[in-house]
């Protein structure tokens, strides 16, 4: 459990294999054999924090609360069971799981994903941290002007539910941006669209994106959750 950054980069060099609450490694491992050494990232502050606008890749699921935007908190609070959401991590779950739940929220609030290696940390975007499987130490983004984040029902161990996640962004222009993200099965797609002119702005431009190829039930569910978004009441 390292301390500093200076300490991770020594254990990362020696080999070390991440950790977090170890909730889908830990049976591997007692197949497999278990490696020469793990690091936890608990100790770490920058693995730890929970803001606004940062949240670590230490932190467990279930302290993801209403300190970070509600599509971030709603996502971590649709893990599994609460027992996984007491055990399970934001790093665990971005780099090490095949549903990746907290991915979709994450790309709506454009999160810069800051991650380790041998050479020190450095920011760079969800897509590469989660294809080359980087160390992960934490998430930043800009607080939202309001998100939403929709999950349908499923039974355990049935096909991964659809998600949509939905994030309103006022860009430098002072317009406000949709930034739309689904998981289909275990694809993950998202776009960002104008939406300052409201739903139907939104609508249109999204079919002209590539969720226009989703199945009609997942179409459906972005048009609920896109005029949810921008028409309910801020909920950030
Ligand atoms: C009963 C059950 C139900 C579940 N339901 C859902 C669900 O509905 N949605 C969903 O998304 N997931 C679900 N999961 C999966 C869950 O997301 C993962 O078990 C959990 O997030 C893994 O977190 P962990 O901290 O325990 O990871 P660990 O088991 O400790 O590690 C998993 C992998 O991630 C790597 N890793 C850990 N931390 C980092 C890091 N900081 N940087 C880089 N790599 C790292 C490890 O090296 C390892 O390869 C479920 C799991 C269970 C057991």
């Known amino acids: 459990m390292p301390t500093s950054l200076s ?3 020594r254990y990362l060099a020696e080999g070390a294999v991440p950790v977090g609450g170890a909730t889908l490694v830990w049976a591997l491992w007692q197949r497999d054999g278990f490696p020469e050494q793990a690091m936890s990232l608990r100790e770490l502050p920058q693995a730890t924090l929970i803001q606004r606008e940062a949240l670590g890749a230490a932190v467990l699921l279930h302290q993801v ?4 935007p509600e599509v971030l908190r ?3 609070s649709s893990v599994g069971t609460g027992a996984v959401r007491r055990a ?4 665990g779950n971005i780099v090490g799981s095949t549903l990746r739940c907290l991915l979709p929220a994450a790309l ?15 920011e760079t975007d969800l897509a590469e941290v989660v ?4 160390l992960l130490l934490g998430l930043r983004w800009r607080d939202p002007v309001t998100s939403r984040y929709h999950k349908a029902p499923g039974e355990a161990g049935g096909p991964p539910p659809l998600v949509v996640a939905t994030a309103v962004h006022t860009g430098s222009d002072g317009r406000d941006r949709l930034l739309v993200a689904v998981r289909d099965g275990y694809e993950v797609s998202n776009e960002t669209v104008p939406c300052h002119d409201g739903p139907e702005q939104a609508l249109d431009a999204l079919e002209g994106t590539g969720l226009r ?3 009609a039930a997942a179409r459906d569910a972005v048009r609920r959750e896109v005029t949810g978004v921008l028409s309910g009441p801020a909920d950030r």
């Open 74 to 76: 709603r996502a971590a």
């Open 7 to 9: 300490e991770a980069q």
């Open 213 to 215: 190829s989703l199945p």
């Open 65 to 68: 609360d209403d300190r970070v």
């Open 108 to 122: 709506v609030l454009d999160a810069r994903a800051t991650v380790l290696d041998r050479d020190g940390s450095y």
């Open 131 to 134: 294809a080359k499987r980087h």
């Open 88 to 91: 399970a991590t934001v790093g």
